[in-house]
């Protein structure tokens, strides 16, 4: 949605081979998605390769119930389609997109509504990597902006913490009531202008220590914990929230905290998938909320340990604890 297809999903990563493979590799996608209108829109598209650069060799929008169609695209050429409404003409028009392009990220005009919006809507969508996570940058002043959401490498966690604090300040007590139960010594914490204009830096008081503490004094632990916390708690987040592997590098007396945490935002405000390894962490989750990854033929499978009668049997007779046994000792993966 944001630029050109990479060659690689990745930069730099093993993803970079997928489409270096001779033969008909390819992506495929189908999603049905509500964007709170009359009937749900299905989003369809398929990437190939191996070519110089990855192509979009398909691209389809129509409506969840009618078979009604908004946008129908074949290599590089294609139509979008807005039909009649009170306010809006009916629009039929021809379409030449780039073959490394998606055609419904570079769609701007906003007599197009409904493919508008769900580019907008996917856009708003957010991948966080605790390994992607920039303390470095965390530690240092930011800009403020006017609704931040936490960005994809946490490096504007002052300007997340400003909004909450001046416009949201019932989020942000709630925020260091919560650190106050998970982070001995920790007393309060507050945002302050630094020297260049525009520009905020987040301080940190704790028991024992005659000054205020910056976040550059913080673990690295301590940063991740402060951005999960303030994701959960935007009063807007993204309509869409992945994380991969939250839990590394804090202490395991914070897993209860922020599982519940987890759990409460995609109630109440998003969708949220985490992925982990931690057997520990399963545990402060919901039995159903609970999915696994499996490689059967070299494609990944989703599966819901849920779903098992022998495995729903044994949390039943051993316990919510036993999935940490289940998961590090493979069961949980070959009996789902």
């Not at 190939?48 to 691209?59: A, K, L, M």
């Not at 302050?192 to 913080?218: H, I, N, Y």
Request: with cysteine.
């Amino acid at each position: 949605m944001q630029g050109d297809i990479p060659s690689e999903i990745i930069p730099g990563s093993i993803g970079q081979q997928i489409f270096h493979i001779p033969g008909p590799e390819k992506f495929t996608w189908d999603l049905e998605i509500d964007l709170a209108d009359q009937v749900p829109v299905r989003y369809q598209g398929e990437l190939t390769g191996p070519r110089i650069r990855h192509e979009v060799s398909t691209e389809r929008v129509e409506s969840g119930v009618r078979p009604f169609l908004f946008l129908d695209r074949r290599g590089d050429r294609g139509f979008i389609h807005q039909p009649a409404g009170e306010v809006h003409a009916e629009i039929q028009q021809e379409m030449v997109s780039r073959r490394d392009r998606l055609a419904l990220g570079t769609i701007a005009d906003p007599r197009i509504k409904i493919l508008l919006q769900l580019g907008d809507y996917i856009r708003s969508w957010r991948f966080y990597s605790t390994f992607n996570i920039t303390t470095d940058k965390i530690r240092k002043p930011v800009l403020v902006e006017p609704e931040p959401w936490l960005d994809e490498d946490g490096g504007n966690l002052s300007a997340v913490l400003h909004y909450l604090m001046t416009e949201h300040p019932e989020l942000f007590d709630q925020l260091q009531l919560h650190l106050r139960g998970q982070i001995r010594g920790f007393q309060s914490l507050t945002v302050k202008a630094r020297s260049a204009p525009g520009e905020v830096m987040t301080f940190w008081r704790e028991q024992g220590c005659d000054r205020e503490l910056s976040l550059a004094d913080l673990s690295d632990g301590s940063l991740r914990l402060i951005c999960w916390f303030s994701l959960c708690l935007h009063p807007n987040p993204p309509s869409l929230i992945c994380i991969d592997e939250p839990e590394q590098g804090l202490h395991p007396r914070t897993f209860p905290v922020l599982a519940a945490f987890f759990d409460k935002a995609s109630w109440k405000h998003t969708q949220i998938f985490v992925t982990s390894h931690g057997s520990f962490f399963l545990l402060h989750f919901d039995f159903e909320r609970i999915a696994l990854l499996r490689k059967e033929n070299g494609a990944a499978k989703f599966l819901k340990p849920a779903k098992s009668k022998t495995l729903t049997d044994m949390i039943e007779d051993l316990g919510i604890e036993e999935i940490e046994y289940l998961h590090w000792s493979d069961h949980l993966e070959v009996l789902s």
